[in-house]
Structure formats: C-alpha cells, structure tokens
C-alpha cells in the first residue's frame, strides 16, 4: 500500500507521474473551477492506493460493495484507489472519487458550516461527468429503458447493495442525469444555489426553475425519447434480434403455406 498526500496543486507535485497519468494536475483543476471552487480546492486530500478488495475494505472500515473500484471519505479527506485495471482506469475512478471530495467541499452551509444533504444520485452523477461520452454505457442505458428495467433515481440512496450489473445501470442513470440538469443551468451554478439556500431542493428549484420532482418527470421522459431511438438505430444487438426475427417469422409463414 502507498500513500500520496497532495500538499499543494499549484506546485504540480501530488505522486509520479507515471502512476497515473500526465495530466492529472490540470484535471484537478478543472474539477476544482466547475464546482465554482479555487483551484486548490483539494489541497489536503490523502490518497491511498489499496492492492485488492479486501485491503480497500479495510482502510474504508467497511462499506464497500464488492465492484467497488474506490471510495471517498469526504469528512476525512481520504479516497482509496484499488490497483487494478490500466492507468488510464485508475484516473478515471481518481477524478471521480475526488470529485465526491471537492463537491462535498463545495456543499457547505453559510450559516453553519456543516455538509447540506445531496441525493447519491447527484453525487455520483457530477462525480461522473469527466467521463465523457461512451458507447457502451449509453448501450447499457438504453436496454435498460426498453426492457423497462430503470431504478428510480431516488433508488441510488441503496445503491451499495445492488449487484454489479444493476450498478452499472443505476451509475449510468446518475450520470445521465447529470448531464441533463445542464439544459437548465451549469453544475457549478447548481452548487452556488444549493449553498446559497442551505437546502438542496430549495436551491434546485432556485437555479432550474423546477422541482426536483418535475425534474424527474421530465428527465424520464427525456430517456424514453433519447435511448428508445438509440437502441432502434445504434445498437447491433437489435439489429441482430430483429433479423432472427424475421428469419423465424418466415419460417412460420412457410410452414404455414404447406399446411394449407
């Protein structure tokens, strides 16, 4: 196991380079400057890299399910890494792990201090949206809304307990979700109105102009019309079914024929 401690962004020295990626400093930043935050808004954040499962487990003192590939601990500022999968992986879950660090930074109370309550599912979606566009998680999305197999973003509070697959649906719902909040307004300018309110349906309401409730409605809407059309036209494995389809459906009408 080795620990990282970043002492300062601005110096650019938070671990090798070559563990896990060139620009890792940069991205920091840019974590940092879309919560509306300083750049060195994750100055202090301890970072351990964990050989397996169980060691993640030990370090995180319980808690992690068992696809868990890191966790955050915000009221410690610590984040645990597993070592698996290529570098560019492990950056991936780092930047989303320490986006659940500089989003519970961000989320702070004027008048208290103390964190605001947030959904999991406006956690884990914000803290998913470096990833950028792909296909296969779109894929997956769009199965799960044909098949009718969608959680309830509420859903994701339970979400440790799901088994792998349900997870992956149940992340890639999050960050869909994310990424539609910005037809109504930037995540920073989110963030700056749940802090102003001290309440996050309040200041969601303050900064879209809508619910959080009508905000649901109209984000399940929007997957029936984007991944329906998605799955008819980008997805082989439709095609695939649909062509097995008709193969069977001739056959029918052959035998059919004969008989009569």
């Keep these: 196991m080795r620990q990282f401690i970043i002492i300062s962004l601005l110096i650019g020295i938070v671990f090798p380079k070559s563990q896990i990626g060139k620009d890792i400093p940069q991205e920091f930043f840019q974590i940092c400057e879309e919560l509306h935050l300083q750049k060195n808004c994750l100055e202090g954040v301890k970072i351990f890299f964990a050989k397996d499962i169980d060691e993640m487990t030990y370090l995180a003192g319980g808690g992690v399910p068992e696809w868990g590939a890191g966790i955050a601990i915000p009221e410690e500022d610590v984040v645990i ?44 979606g914000v803290a998913q949206l470096h990833y950028g566009f792909n296909i296969h998680r779109q894929s997956q999305l769009a199965w799960a809304v044909l098949w009718r197999n969608i959680f309830p973003l509420e859903a994701l509070e339970r979400v440790n307990g799901f088994v792998s697959p349900h997870a992956k649906v149940a992340y890639a719902e999050a960050h869909d979700a994310a990424l539609y909040i910005e037809n109504y307004c930037t995540i920073g300018a989110l ?8 309440d996050f349906n309040e200041g969601f309401l303050k900064a879209t102009g809508i619910s959080i409730y009508e905000f649901y409605d109209e984000w399940k809407k929007h997957l029936v019309r984007s991944y329906i059309l998605f799955v008819l036209l980008g997805d082989s494995r439709f095609l ?7 193969f069977l459906l001739l056959g029918i009408m052959k035998i059919i024929r004969q008989r009569l």
């Excluded at 570098?87 to 605001?116: F, G, P, W």
């Excluded at 963030?191 to 001290?198: E, H, K, L, M, R």
């Excluded at 695939?240 to 008709?246: D, G, M």
């Design 81 to 124: 890494i597993l070592r698996v999968g290529s570098i560019d992986e492990q950056r991936k879950v780092l930047l989303h792990e320490l986006t659940h660090i500089a989003l519970h930074r961000k989320l702070r109370s004027q008048k208290d201090n103390k964190n605001i309550n947030i959904p999991r599912w406006f956690d884990e």
């Design 191 to 198: 963030c700056d109105s749940i802090v102003s309110a001290g």
């Design 240 to 246: 695939w079914v649909l062509i097995v389809l008709l």
